[in-house]
């Protein structure tokens, strides 16, 4: 055997193969880190990877796109564009989601000039036996996918909504695209004509001569085109696009992140225990000649590798959970970004690579700090220690702490990188780290407060807590941070819930909700079928709404325009304003803006604005901010009559109809569909089916949340588990001596149950105080920087109070079986060193 | 005081062993008994019969009349806990506790009040020299500091019985003479028995009189020296 070799087997192997069962928590604990790590990051990369390469099918070869409104934009700007001498070919695209008759879900519908597409997006010419079809209005071809989902093939028939009528058209063959995307094609004329949207456009996609610099096209073009209406490379689109879910991603990372940190936690703990344990050994081998640096190194190899261990067990399960993931929630994890996307898992060899080195790289940081520690340790006291005990020294509160404390307070206060609440982690990973910095010195305050009891094993336990609270603290140490975690998320989550539901009161003030198709734009309520509506027997009142987007900054993603119907206390009644109102001038009508739009543009009540309306620039007031949990990318409201006047739209998307005085929903609707054949194309809901079906939409995006959160208090527990066994195991000796001095088992099992529940209650109210620091930072800095939502606080008293409950038996249940583990060994052999 | 007879212990092991064969042994009451004898003979299996800590396969063992091997466990632990006192090799002290606070445990676990614990921890301490150091920790003592207190410990609640294993292993000469001298004035002070267990036949001479456990081959056999 090589020196290197029995110096490592010396220092290292024995300790790995003597503690199997604390190597396989630890190992296990790092692979779940990485396994959620990895998965999460799998499943969104991968979704986002199907979307992108979706958005260039449609695209094709284009170098430029021009993208209006969603009702999209006059057709003259073709005639317009296409002169343009850098442009070799435009192709014109009317896009339409148009609901599917018998379905609440929608077919996206692109009209296309096929002589012109076929030059920019060939993947849009559909593979017709009959070429004329391509041309004939009833005509559309689908892509594979959505064949396949509509199980139709050529020759079939589908129907679709346009207005509140029903259209059929001829499935006339197949798409050559080979994604998963689902949509159809037509004539773009045909689209035009069987779906209201004469002379308007929803892009032209332009090819441009070879080497004509695409930023001076582009701000050519865009000087000649109406206001609201864009241009910008397709990639630009695509990562608009992919970027709607970029917030939600990182924010689960984040998450995946605490799991592999908690993780981090237990290595330190097994770790820590694990060194102490073999002190003497150690210290023989320090004698012998090893010097501090080489012990160091072996015991951080012996780290590196339990955590390369880790990460490569943490991959396997990891693509298996991100296949389970896909399968069950979607490529959004149940968010409802990526609706019907279906994401192939591609494994990208950098990003697996990555979670393996940050598995081995949270492992080697564990190791080093007990290595460290135990390199420091005087050589003579190490090898005195067997005999002597521990040494206890009293706790002083650390530098570190109080930085990482003030630095993580500071953090808050900084603004989004990139729209992303990047300070806001960071803070919440200061506190985290300066609260676990000053552990022990919390330990020994806390510890000092609780009064010694009369009963012996108890008193020996308090005191014994009370002089060893660094040991408690790093038996501490992963509750507290699962703790923390789990604290800070129940409060987020009950904050949110409450404000979601006092939000939905107020923005649900109707007695019924109607509108013109369940899914898609494609359906719409006509002046005829508004008056309708409004005349009919039992209705007191009926407010319109009209749904456009409009650009509120240059290049950010359009936020959604609702044009309503506003009555006087409308505004104080159905908008939940977190600023406002403010009076506006008659040249410049109300507007008001949605928490995102207000974040996004700094626009403030009182300030007057510009906004592309209908081909026009009109002047408005920011009469005020609106809380709107229903459009995480922004809204802007303005009044219906306003939005008619100025945009010359009448038709509407949706109602909020009023009841007489003893009317009812049921009542209602069965009128409704007497007096309205075509109302089997409107969805009607009540405001309560509306909030139910919201709250379940919440709870669902939770519901990953909440599964990662159970995992970290897992491996929490587990963590706390762990250090107490380990901590048991290395005090047989002194279990040894009280069983002499005449201690039955039942008193040493009692004072091990309090040591370990009595250091539990301060891990855990360490960790409600924490977690309600953390629970703010996601509160106001975290949420409202990711997805601009506010929410007033709301702290869940009767779910913490069972949790801590809960947390606390299970620690007292965790000490009790670790203390009857270690009393299976009899007293004799525990001071066999003697006798 | 201290009876053994006929007892055998075979450990199962592996390799299975037979670690004593049909001893005999008796102390009489106030005895100072040392217990000499080679590695692997026995020493400790003997103790751990008087201490109650193990039972014979065969044979009986009786304390102060009290016949352990008709005692069960907890039994076992009670009547330690208020007849006899331990020293061993390596003091055993805890290290979380002050001295004073070791030296009061087995008083404190046999439910005295405060008051009369704190006297006889004082007189205890007193006793074995360490009278100013009642407050320290146990890493602020030298080997034979930790020594007495294991010695005071031993004796606080006036055991009929004290054990002791190697008490001056890991003491130099000059401290392990001191600590023999100390161990027998207390117990003799306290009208202990007392069994010694020690390779030394030095420290063996301390003893009013020393027991040989010789092997041979499995069998060990107690040899009663001249009282001294």
New interface residues.
Partial sequence: MSAGALLWRAVSGGALAGQRGRVALAVGAIALGVALGFAVTLVNASAADELAAALRTVAGTADLQIRGPRNGFDENVYGRVARDPDVVTASPIVEVEARLEGHDEALRIYGIDAFRAAAVTPALIGIAPEPLDLLRPGRVFVSPAAARALAVAPGATIEVQSGLAALPLLVAGLLPAADAQRFGVMDIAAVQDAFARHGRLSRIDLRLRPGAPHASVAARLRAILPPGVTVATPAAHADDTVRLSRAYRVNLDALALVALFTGALLVYATQRLAVARRRASLALVRALGLTRRALVGYLVAEGALLGLVGAAFGLVAGYGMATIAVHALGGDLGAGYFRGVTPTLVVEVPVALAFVLLGVAVSVLASYLPAREEARTSLAAALKAGGRGSVVHAQRLPHVAWICVAAGVLATALPPVDDLPLAGFLAMALLLTGTLAALPWIAKTALAAVAVPRNVPAALAVTRLRATPAEAATSLAAIVAAVALMVAMAIMVASFRTSLTVWLDAVLPADVYLRAGAAGDSGYLSVDAQRRIAALPGVARVAFTRWQSVEVAPGSPRVTLLARDLADDDVARTLVLVAGPRPAAAEAPALWVSEAVADRTGWQPGDTVDLALGGGSYRFTVAGIFRDYARQHGALIVERRVYRRLTGDDVANEAAISLAPGDSAGTFAATLAQRMPEATRMAVTTPAALRALSLRIFDRTFAVTHALLAVAIAIGLAGLSSALAASIVSRRREFGALRHLGMTRRQIAAMLVVEGTVSSAVGLVTGFALGGALALILIHVVNRQSFHWSMDLAIPYALLATLAAALLAAAAATSLASARQALRHDAVSAVKDDW | MIRLDRVTRRYAGPPPRLALAQVSLAVAEGEFVAIVGESGTGK?TL??LV?G??LPDSGSVSVEGTELTTLD??AR??F???H?G?V??????????TVA?NVA??L???GHDAGATRARVTAMLAAVGLDDRGAS???ELS?GE?QRTAIA?ALVHRPAVVLA??PTG?LDPVNADRILALLRECVRAEGATCLLVTHSHHAAARADRSVTLTGTGLRAVAVASAPR
Avoid: K
């Avoid at chain 2, 061993?88 to 805890?94: E, G, I, N, S």
């Fill in positions: 400790s103790l751990n201490a800590l193990d466990d907890d632990t009670l330690r806990r208020a006899i331990f061993f090799q390596a003091f055993h002290v805890l290290a979380h506790l606070q445990l087995p404190a676990l046999l920790m146990p890493h080997g930790l410990r294993d190697e890991n």
